[in-house]
């Protein structure tokens, strides 16, 4: 018994031990918001001081010491996930998760972003400011690397992280580019639908532009199935641990529309959530320059922004800037396939993937006139003919980085405009609003036509030297708005009009958050700030009440019970809105789900069909299929001697979606609110592990919100209990140049990607809530509400 309580006393003293070590450990790993901190190649000393939200505001006597800082500063809150962006574009994630991730790296590894990389960095101009200045940037982070306390993540994985290159820079904004890209998602199965069931089955899905009825103007002032190729790129990018871009609003009101005479900006561009989140803030002031601004993890340069002069942001495009092509090989010699002309060879690269624990896998990559050969890399995706992947970024001369250092450093509307030419890809809605009343919407992107008989949305031929041919677009056409008589611009990745007559092709979202937008800024003309945090928060669909009631007439009243009824009478009297105690969005959201089911997975079967449910074209089709008796998709094509009609689909996926609300909330509609329903967690990559992910995750939160309503807070249509938050706004933010120093914002989380940092999540709450904090400006108060750190010259 005596040796029992040794033995028991011992183990407690190790856990007690073990526990004691673990916080301690973790301890250290806290990051440094009050220090002197000697930094070589600084010339003057240079003050920062930390907010109380963690947001730097570096004071320094010029910009490339600023800079170096801010790498410094980026590098201790965000070395993590820097080292997940820099890892993603070459395929080295890998190195440190292990044969996991060989689909992702084999994939992007062939996508070419490295190249565009190189071919940028030996095209920079080493003299210019951009170059001094990201050098500058990679001084800092690196002597953070080699001075600073390691992430908590690197302990655990075991990392030893090497030198920040300008390469990992330009590889982070390849990445972000290619997840703007909507074409590797929709392309294939659009082919493999036409190629196993006809057009016939396309002419809902608005192929032609036919449903982007909310458009912006401009104002001057064979089945190969091809959905295996869907279904594995959109794994990759789902099981990636760094979020892609969604989609996004903004709007920019102008002087005579707002109660005190001056331009109110806001912007909360839509990503994937994760955790740590996408924004790192931080202020920058000097003598001769001054910005705000959002960076992504490992770039120079924010991306979005504002001082007391002007404030710029972005939204999703969605052009098609991305094709794909089935070449034709040599039967008689598979190295070579055939162009308009003649056969050419394919071009040839080794490139050697590290993998954790395993030995080194060596990829041949393939590549035509058209791009790099990406079906050798799909899993699962099987053909005689490669593809070839054709995107516009890899393609055309990369000036990324000079094109964001020029929007963080226009001195008017015009210097600002021209910069955004330098953007071939992505495609982009670049809002801006300055203090001198302009304001501007102006799309990026190097545009162009397509022979009349090509349709991009579809697999292209490599050979018939017609379907690669393109007529490049000017700059001077792309759709821009600036100053219109409107008096305010928005954009919320819906269509434009036609461009000569041409109208673009692309992968737009439905009219319904274009309306709401629209129609809320026609009406007033007295605009407060707060008035625009309100309208950024809200939660209510301009179509889903008219899908209700088209829906509602078609339904077989035979058919339903008293619950059934119950449940439309919720429907009938709902206004659209999505709050947390509503009770209609559960049912309509359900009902949602069941439709597309009963309706599109007979034709698709199961894989295609979840496939289907994660594309733009979905969105689309819901409001015009809701009244359109006439849809071949109505019939089942598994029932033998029937021809279904909307009705009994209509019917029966709602006799369905009751039955799926009693399993999961019970009998009592009253009891079907929203908050029950709809929730977000914060997901870390290493929080898959249940042992880690109290510690690393953040949530889960009830949150109002829903797919497409300005509030747009995404998820898949299920039939499970719970609609998992996905995406949505990365940061809600709004500038009023009437008092430019009391403008707001938000995080979903916080600014810092530490776990030990009480700035990891010391937002959360308050963006569910629709809070907002204030982005200081003003040297006095930031002062008060801050901790200092002074950075000193290293002799």
């Given at each position: 018994m005596?040796?029992?309580k040794?033995?028991?006393?011992v183990?407690?003293g190790?856990?007690?031990v073990l526990?004691f070590s673990?916080v301690?450990?973790?301890q250290?790993?806290?990051?440094?918001?009050e220090?002197?901190?000697?930094?070589?190649?600084?010339?003057?000393?240079?003050?920062t001081?930390?907010?109380?939200y963690?947001?730097?505001?570096?004071?320094?006597?010029?910009e490339?010491d600023?800079q170096?800082?801010?790498g410094?500063?980026?590098a201790q809150e965000r070395?993590w996930?820097?080292?997940?962006?820099?890892?993603?574009?070459?395929?080295k994630l890998?190195?440190?998760?292990g044969?996991?991730?060989?689909?992702?790296?084999k994939?992007?590894?062939?996508?070419?972003m490295?190249?565009?990389?190189e071919?940028?960095?030996?095209a920079l101009?080493?003299?210019?400011?951009?170059y001094k200045?990201?050098?500058?940037?990679l001084e800092?982070?690196?002597?953070?690397?080699?001075?600073g306390?390691?992430?908590?993540e690197f302990?655990?994985?075991?990392?030893?992280?090497?030198?920040?290159?300008?390469?990992?820079?330009?590889?982070?904004?390849?990445?972000m580019?290619f997840?703007?890209?909507?074409?590797?998602k929709?392309d294939?199965?659009?082919?493999?639908?036409?190629d196993?069931?006809?057009?016939?089955?396309?002419k809902?899905?608005?192929i032609h532009?036919?449903?982007?009825?909310?458009q912006?103007?401009?104002f001057k002032?064979?089945?190969?199935?091809?959905?295996?190729?869907?279904?594995?790129?959109?794994s990759?990018?789902?099981?990636?641990?760094v979020p892609s871009?969604?989609g996004?609003?903004?709007?920019?009101?102008?002087?005579?529309k707002?109660?005190?005479?001056k331009?109110?900006?806001?912007?909360d561009?839509?990503i994937m959530?994760s955790?740590?989140?996408t924004?790192?803030?931080?202020?920058?002031?000097t003598?001769?320059h001054?910005m705000?601004?959002?960076y992504?993890?490992g770039t120079?340069f924010?991306?979005?922004?504002?001082?007391?002069k002007y404030a710029?942001g972005l939204?999703?495009?969605?052009?098609?800037?991305?094709d794909?092509?089935?070449?034709?090989q040599n039967?008689?010699n598979?190295?070579?396939y055939?162009?308009s002309?003649?056969y050419?060879?394919?071009?040839?690269?080794q490139?050697?993937?590290?993998v954790?624990?395993?030995?080194?896998?060596?990829?041949s990559?393939?590549?035509?006139?058209?791009?790099?050969?990406?079906?050798d890399?799909?899993?699962g995706f099987?053909?005689?003919?490669?593809?070839?992947?054709?995107?516009?970024?890899?393609?055309?001369k990369?000036?990324?980085?000079?094109?964001?250092?020029g929007?963080?450093?226009?001195k008017n509307l015009e210097?600002?405009?021209?910069?955004?030419?330098?953007?071939?890809a992505p495609g982009?809605n670049?809002?801006?609003?300055?203090?001198?009343?302009?304001?501007a919407?102006?799309?990026?992107?190097?545009?162009?036509?397509?022979d009349k008989?090509?349709?991009?949305?579809?697999?292209?031929n490599?050979s018939?030297?017609i379907d690669?041919k393109?007529?490049?677009l000017s700059?001077s056409?792309n759709?821009y708005?600036?100053?219109?008589?409107?008096?305010?611009v928005?954009?919320?990745?819906?269509?434009?009009?036609a461009?000569?007559?041409?109208?673009?092709?692309?992968y737009?979202l439905?009219?319904?958050?274009?309306?709401?937008?629209?129609e809320?800024l026609?009406?007033?003309?007295?605009?407060?700030?707060?008035d625009?945090?309100?309208m950024?928060n809200?939660?209510?669909s301009s179509t889903?009440?008219?899908?209700?009631s088209?829906?509602?007439?078609?339904l077989?009243?035979?058919?339903?019970?008293?619950?059934?009824?119950?449940a439309?009478?919720k429907?009938?009297?709902?206004?659209?809105?999505?709050?947390?105690?509503?009770?209609?969005p559960?049912i309509?959201?359900k009902?949602?789900y069941?439709?597309?089911k009963?309706t599109?997975?007979?034709e698709?079967g199961k894989e295609?069909?979840d496939?289907?449910l994660?594309?733009h074209i979905?969105k689309?089709?819901?409001?015009?299929q809701?009244?359109?008796?006439q849809?071949?998709?109505?019939?089942?094509?598994?029932?033998?001697?029937?021809?279904?009609t909307?009705s009994q689909?209509?019917?029966?996926a709602f006799?369905?979606?009751i039955?799926?609300?009693?399993?999961?909330?019970g009998t009592?509609v009253?009891?079907w609110?929203?908050?029950?329903?709809?929730?977000?967690?914060?997901?870390?990559?290493?929080?898959?592990v249940k042992l880690?992910?109290?510690f690393?995750n953040v949530?889960p939160?009830?949150?109002p919100g829903?797919?497409?309503?300005?509030n747009?807070?995404?998820?898949?249509y299920t039939?499970?209990k719970?609609?998992?938050?996905?995406a949505g706004?990365s940061?809600r933010?709004?500038i009023?140049?009437?008092?430019?120093?009391?403008?707001?914002?938000?995080l979903p989380?916080?600014?810092?990607?530490?776990?030990?940092?009480?700035?990891y999540n010391?937002?959360a709450?308050m963006?569910?809530?629709?809070?907002?904090r204030?982005?200081l400006?003003?040297?006095?108060?930031i002062?008060?509400?801050?901790t200092?750190?002074l950075f000193k010259p290293k002799?």
């Open positions: 005596k040796i029992v040794k033995i028991s006393f183990i407690i190790l856990i007690v526990v673990v301690i450990f973790l250290f790993k806290k990051p440094n918001y220090a002197e901190i000697a930094l070589r190649l600084l010339s003057q000393p240079t003050t001081y930390i907010d109380n963690g947001i730097p505001h570096i004071y320094a006597e010029n490339i600023a170096r800082v801010l410094y500063l980026h070395l996930q820097m080292e997940l962006m820099r890892r993603i574009a070459p395929g890998s190195e440190i998760f044969s996991t991730m060989l689909k992702n790296d994939f992007f590894a062939t996508s070419g490295e190249e565009s990389s071919g940028a960095i030996a101009d080493k003299n210019s400011e951009t200045l990201t050098i500058a940037y800092g982070i690196n002597q953070y690397i080699k001075e306390t390691m992430p908590v302990s655990i994985l075991q990392i030893t992280p090497e030198k920040y290159t300008l390469k990992d820079v330009y590889n982070i904004f390849g990445y580019s997840s703007f890209a909507m074409a590797q929709t294939p199965l659009l082919t493999d639908i036409r196993s069931l006809g057009m016939e089955y396309l809902d899905f608005g532009g036919e449903l982007g009825t909310k912006l103007k401009s002032g064979k089945s190969s199935h091809f959905s295996e190729m869907t279904k594995s790129i959109t990759l990018l789902n099981q990636s641990p871009f969604i996004s609003n903004s709007w920019v009101i102008g002087a005579s707002t109660k005190n005479g331009v109110i900006f806001a912007n561009p839509h959530f955790q740590p989140g924004w790192f803030e931080a202020h920058i002031v003598p001769k001054e705000y601004g959002y992504l993890a120079p924010p991306l979005l922004g504002h001082n007391h710029y939204t999703m495009f969605e052009n098609d800037d991305l794909f092509f089935e070449e034709h039967p008689g598979p190295k070579e055939l162009t002309t003649a050419k060879k394919f071009n040839f690269k490139k050697i993937i590290k954790k624990d395993s030995s080194d896998v060596v990829l990559v393939k590549s035509s006139i058209h791009g790099p050969i990406i079906s890399v799909i899993t099987s053909t005689s003919k490669p593809i070839a992947m054709s995107w516009i970024y890899t393609q055309e990369n000036q990324i980085l000079d094109a964001i250092y929007l963080s450093h226009a210097e600002f405009h021209s910069k955004i030419e330098l953007i071939h982009l670049i809002m801006y609003g300055d203090s001198q009343n302009n304001i919407w102006i799309t990026s992107g190097k545009l162009y036509k397509m008989s090509v349709n991009p949305n579809f697999i292209l490599g018939n030297g690669d393109k007529e490049f700059f056409d759709p708005s600036i100053n219109p008589p409107s008096d305010y928005y954009s919320s990745n819906n269509q434009t009009a461009i000569k007559g041409y109208l673009y092709p692309g737009y439905p009219k319904d958050r274009a309306m709401r937008i629209d809320l026609n009406t007033k003309n007295d605009w407060t700030q707060k625009v945090e309100k950024i809200d939660n209510t889903a009440t008219e899908i209700v088209n829906w509602i007439t078609a077989d009243q035979s058919q339903l019970s008293d619950t059934d009824k119950n439309v009478a429907l009938k009297k709902w206004t659209g809105s999505n709050n947390l105690n509503d009770i209609a559960t309509y959201n009902w949602i069941f439709y597309l009963n599109f997975e007979d698709l295609k069909f496939l289907f994660g594309t979905m689309q089709v819901i409001e015009a809701s009244k359109n008796n849809s071949v998709w109505w019939d089942n094509i598994k029932t033998k001697n029937k021809k279904e909307r689909i209509v019917t029966f006799k369905e979606a039955k799926n609300l009693q399993i999961n909330f009592d009253n009891a609110t929203w908050n029950k329903a709809h929730t977000l967690e914060y997901n870390h990559p290493l929080g898959k880690l992910k109290g690393f949530g939160f009830e949150i829903a797919n497409e309503v300005i747009n807070l995404m998820y898949t039939d499970e719970i609609n998992k938050v996905k706004p940061t933010r709004i009023d140049f009437s008092d430019v120093e009391n403008s707001v914002s938000i989380s916080g600014n810092s990607g530490n776990p030990m940092s009480k700035h010391d937002q709450e963006y569910v809530k629709g809070q907002f204030k982005m400006l003003n040297k006095k108060e002062e008060e509400l801050s200092k750190m002799h």
